[in-house]
Structures are given as C-alpha cells and as structure tokens.
C-alpha cells in the first residue's frame, strides 16, 4: 500500500558528505547496507558479478515465493536515490580489491556464500548431475525471458538430494515444471529435516516423493545419469549431548530412475582471499570473513564485511539485519576518516 499511494520516496540524503563506498554484491546484505549508506550521504557504488541487482533474491529465491518485480520495484527505488550499480564486474578479474579500496573511502563485502557442497560418491560428475543454485537459476532466468538451454524437468525423473529450505525450492520448482516425477532424497528423518516443515507439507501436496532416511551411494549411467543407488540410512541411539548419528543399513539399497539429480546440500563460501589476490584477508576455519563482529570491520584497514560471508548461509532477513548494521559501523569510521583528515 505504502507502495501503490506513492509514500515510499527516494532517498534524499540532508546533505553530501563528500566520501564514497563501494559495496561487493547486489544481494540483500549489499542492497540493505546501500540504501542506509546512502541515507547518511555517501556516495555509494554497487558492484556485482551478475547482470541484475538482488542475487538470490532474484536468481536463487523461486517465483512462486517472491515475484521478481518486487526486486525490481526496489531496484528502481534504490536508483533513484543515486546509488549506481556497476554489472557484469567481477572482483579479481575486472577489478582487483585494491583498485576499489583506492577508488573509495571504504569497502564492504556482501558476496553471500555460492560454493556448492559436494557429495564425493562415485560417478558424480555424469551429466545432469547440477547442484541447486545452477538449477534455480537456469529456472529464473528462464521465468524472467533469458535465453536458457538446459536444466528444465519438462517430463523428466527428477532427484534432489537434500533437506533444507534450498531442496524443497528445487523439488516444487520442477513440480511447476512438470516433471514426470519429483523425489527428495534426505539422509535423517522428518522430525530431523532442517528445512521449514510447511515448506515440506506443501511439496507433497503438489506431489513430490520423500525418501527419509535415504542417502546415495552412486549414480548410474552413460554419459548422462540414468538412476542413483539408494542406500537406507538409520539413527543411531542418542550420545550424551540428544544427538544421534546416521549410519548405513548394510544390504539395503534401491536404484532410483532419474534423468535429473540436483545436489542440494547447503554452500560454502568461496575462497575469497586466493580468488582476489589479498592474502591478508583473514578467513575463518569455516571459509567465512573474519570480522570484528562489534564493528563488522576485516582484517584489511577500511573493509567491511557483512551477510552470508561471515556467518554462512542463512537468511534473507538476516543478511538484511547484518547489511543495516554494518553500514552503520562503516558510517561512523567514515565519520572519523573525515574528522581526522580535516
């Protein structure tokens, strides 16, 4: 509503403050942190490696959970208010991370994590064996008119492996695809899934197939997958701490068709520091920005971090959270920047 009577109005900052920020990803972190960056009137630079503004917001996040023109009508808002986007640019490879750190008076890093995890079974790299965010994508750039080939379930035998909130996007994504079957394939058991349990009551109502306690062991075929080699899995008795381990049920497997197998099993961040050529960039022992988490500042002078990258995946609300809360901090080292260079 706010919206549709003409409330909601660009950003008109009281006065300009003569400094500049560049931010590394268009995704809710990178976008949150803009907007309030801009609010306090910095001059703000959006890069991103894709050729639209919203990373998973619009390429990860299916349509049927977020239409794409609420992305948009935000990207138009946060346009108007002068915050300039900068596509199509890859960190390391267009611009290294010191040309942006003497282009601007401070840096914040909002990649999100993308790496997907792997399984490490036999014959995992057979054709058509995708991981997630390859699929989601393909799909949305599909809904939004790109020219995709590939990576469609239109009357194919659809596997996805994993039980998170990813897995059940994949699932219900080729149900509106119209794949001949859906099966989500998860190790625990229903009451263990991490995902959201209205997202997993949903996926059956619209037809997908779950296989608790299921794991696999291989996949088969020539060239392309043709079927994966299921092994059943049970839970051991709790240990001391409630929480009880999976193990394999020797001489129980299945062979499953399938044409498609989409590996869902969570992400990783990308090796940043090797990838930009700043070693001095700390990471921690899960990949991930180390950060001072009272002032979101790295390890480098004058770069922030916030989002996904330094608390692994997560949420959309939180990386919007982390991206508040970081520009924030960096305003007020900018502040002091200027106060100390007057």
Excluded at 69 to 97: C, P, W, Y
Excluded at 315 to 322: E, F, G, N, P
Aim: aromatic content about 6%; proline content about 4%.
């Amino acid at each position: 509503q706010a919206f549709e009577n003409g409330w909601v109005k660009p950003v008109q900052p009281r006065g300009e403050s003569g400094q500049s920020v560049g931010i590394i990803g268009a995704g809710p972190a990178g976008l949150a942190a803009a907007d309030m960056l801009r609010r306090a009137g910095h001059d703000v630079h959006v890069y991103d490696r894709y050729d639209r503004i919203g990373g998973l917001l619009v390429y990860g996040i299916p349509n049927f959970k977020l239409d794409k023109s609420v992305v948009a009508r935000r990207e138009k808002l946060l346009r108007d208010s002068s915050i300039q986007f900068h596509l199509n640019v890859e960190i390391g490879k267009d611009i290294t991370l010191d040309e942006l750190r003497a282009k601007h008076d401070a840096v914040l890093v909002a990649t999100g994590v993308y790496k997907a995890r792997e399984l490490g079974v036999p014959n995992d790299t057979l054709g058509n064996v995708i991981p997630a965010m390859e699929y989601l994508t393909a799909s949305n750039r599909r809904n939004l008119g790109d020219a995709v080939t590939g990576h469609d379930a239109s009357g194919k035998h659809v596997v996805v492996i994993g039980g998170g909130d990813t897995a059940m996007d994949c699932v219900r994504t080729a149900i509106r695809q119209n794949a001949a079957s859906v099966t989500c394939l998860y190790r625990r058991d229903r009451a263990n899934m991490p995902g959201s349990a209205r997202e997993v009551k949903n996926a059956e109502e619209e037809g997908v197939v779950f296989e608790w306690l299921s794991a696999p062991r291989a996949f088969n075929g020539n060239g392309d997958v043709a079927s994966v080699l299921v092994q059943r899995m049970r839970l051991t008795t709790p240990d001391a701490s409630g929480r009880q381990s999976v193990v394999p049920i020797e001489g129980e497997t299945d062979t499953l068709k399938a044409d498609i197998v989409i590996k869902a099993l969570g992400f990783d961040a990308e090796d940043l520091p090797s990838q930009w050529s700043a070693p001095s960039l700390q990471t921690t022992a899960w990949g991930t920005l180390a950060i001072d988490p009272k002032h979101f500042h790295t390890s480098l002078p004058g770069v922030f971090a916030a989002g996904d990258i330094v608390r692994g995946a997560s949420l959309v609300v939180w990386a919007i959270k982390d991206g508040r809360d970081a520009a924030q901090a960096m305003n007020a080292y900018l502040l002091a920047k200027k106060k100390d260079a007057a």
